[in-house]
């Protein structure tokens, strides 16, 4: 199984400002993945992250609204851009353990948005 | 048809009985499931993965049913520590995982 660090694990901001999330993993990984997961909901996949291209968002989500890096093959980050109430969920980053199957994740970011 | 597909729950049950969850899924040409434990404000935690012969960990047994598209959870002797919420996860091509709303559990004293 992969060990991923997730950080912040939770923060309250203002509307209107960002947010971003990192996420460190213990071995080198090809795609990281960025979910959000609304109140009282399951998983939506935000975007893929490949190291070296841009990420590949879901139908839905746009790079403007949650712009991605993935500067090597351990690290990404997810921003959240000009936040709105609409915003308040958990994001969780997760990669594929070894084998290309099952998903591990980070302990995930829980966002309020005033 | 949704994609994947849990009835919410919550399954109210008593210690020691035995409960079970079905999930469907539509695509037919899915090849790995999973079910993830998930607890209030954390994060899914790997489960058990579900095999076409079908698996089990203890107290717990997951099934494959490919004719009828569906995976299933069986866990027996419930404890108030099995309290959770049980997502269905299936893969549905080369990194496209589609995760079920979840299934709540809450094993009373």
């Known amino acids: 199984s992969a060990v991923i660090s997730q950080k912040p694990s939770r923060d309250i901001c203002q509307r209107g400002t960002s947010l971003t999330i990192q996420c460190q993993v213990d071995?080198?990984?090809?795609?990281m993945f960025w979910y959000r997961q609304q109140p009282g909901q399951s998983l939506t996949l935000i975007a893929t992250?490949?190291?070296?291209?841009?990420?590949?968002?879901e139908s839905g989500f746009v790079i403007d609204k949650f712009p991605i890096s993935r500067p090597n093959l351990t690290f990404s980050t997810l921003t959240v851009s000009n936040l709105s109430p609409e915003d308040s969920s958990i994001y969780l980053c997760?990669?594929?353990?070894?084998?290309?199957?099952?998903?591990?994740f980070g302990s995930g970011t829980q966002l309020s948005v005033l | 048809r949704k994609e994947v597909e849990q009835d919410p729950g919550p399954f109210n049950v008593p210690e020691g009985a035995t409960v079970a969850f079905n999930c469907t899924y539509s695509?037919?040409?899915?090849?790995?499931f999973f079910w993830y434990r998930q607890d209030c404000r954390k994060e899914p935690k790997l489960l058990m993965s579900v095999y076409s012969s079908g698996n089990e960990d203890g107290r717990f047994t997951a099934q494959l049913n490919r004719a009828s598209q569906y995976i299933s959870l069986l866990i027996r002797d419930s404890k108030l520590s099995d309290s959770a919420t049980y997502l269905c996860v299936v893969n549905w091509g080369t990194y496209k995982y589609i995760f079920g709303t979840g299934t709540r559990l809450k094993v009373l004293a």
């Open positions: 695509n037919s040409a899915s090849q790995s």
């Open positions: 071995s080198q990984v090809t795609m």
């Open positions: 997760s990669v594929e353990g070894m084998g290309g199957e099952k998903l591990f």
């Open positions: 992250a490949n190291q070296g291209s841009e990420a590949t968002y």
